[in-house]
């Protein structure tokens, strides 16, 4: 059973428009068949803002990796423990927060790739990125991996926006996300999502991508605000997670029961 299979990152080079839906709170595997079933391109499972352990993260894994849908996680940080642990556990990518430098930038494309392009250690046949996969030899899962694990970062502070074109002219990044609330927050119009500043500061992003053949994306879920943004060449959108799922399923349903017994 393989991990990372190279499906996501030739959808990404293509330029597909993808949906993503997010992980947040869920331990149970019912997320990933929900997901799964109801046609999301890829599931995101996140570390930055939650508590989920890295025993459930696995198993979400390996069950995504059962159905063969694509699962990136968003590491916490990027540190080389962070980084290194998450990608052992087979994903087909991570994304990564907070990125405010090209160095930063590099540091993480380095921690993605092993030596002589990298930096990122080998755990040879223990892990579940080797483990799971029968690779015919190491070396083989060594050259794949390095190959067509996606590589995806967060635009979300006012030092991000100042470098954009040294971030995102960094070889070998696939995917760069805007985060609105950081952002918005970060250039002092907190939740002013329509504001004609914060508007034009997620097309700088577009068009820096552009210029660098890097996958621009934004956390997005309302259907009139998608399109605004995929019209304006966004293709990687943070549409859904299971914890507002499930908050607004119940605000629905309690909605529709106190009407019908009013």
Known sequence: MRGCTGNLKRRVA???LLITGCVMDARSGSVVEMYHQYGYDVMMIDREHSLLSSETILEHIRLARAL????MVRVSDHSYAEINRTLDQAPDGIFVPRIRTRAEAERVVAMMKHPPHGIRGLGGYTCPAAKFT???HVSEQVAFNDKNLVVGIQIETAEALANL???LSVPGL???VVGNDDLSLGMGIVGQLDHPR???AVESVIAACRRHGVMPGIACGDPARLRFWADRGMRFFWSASDVTLIFDAAQRQITSLRKALA
């Open 14 to 16: 293509s330029g597909d």
């Open 68 to 71: 063969e849908f694509p699962v």
């Open 134 to 136: 029968g690779w015919p």
């Open 165 to 167: 074109d040294d971030i």
């Open 174 to 176: 696939d995917v760069a």
């Open 198 to 200: 914060y508007i034009s």
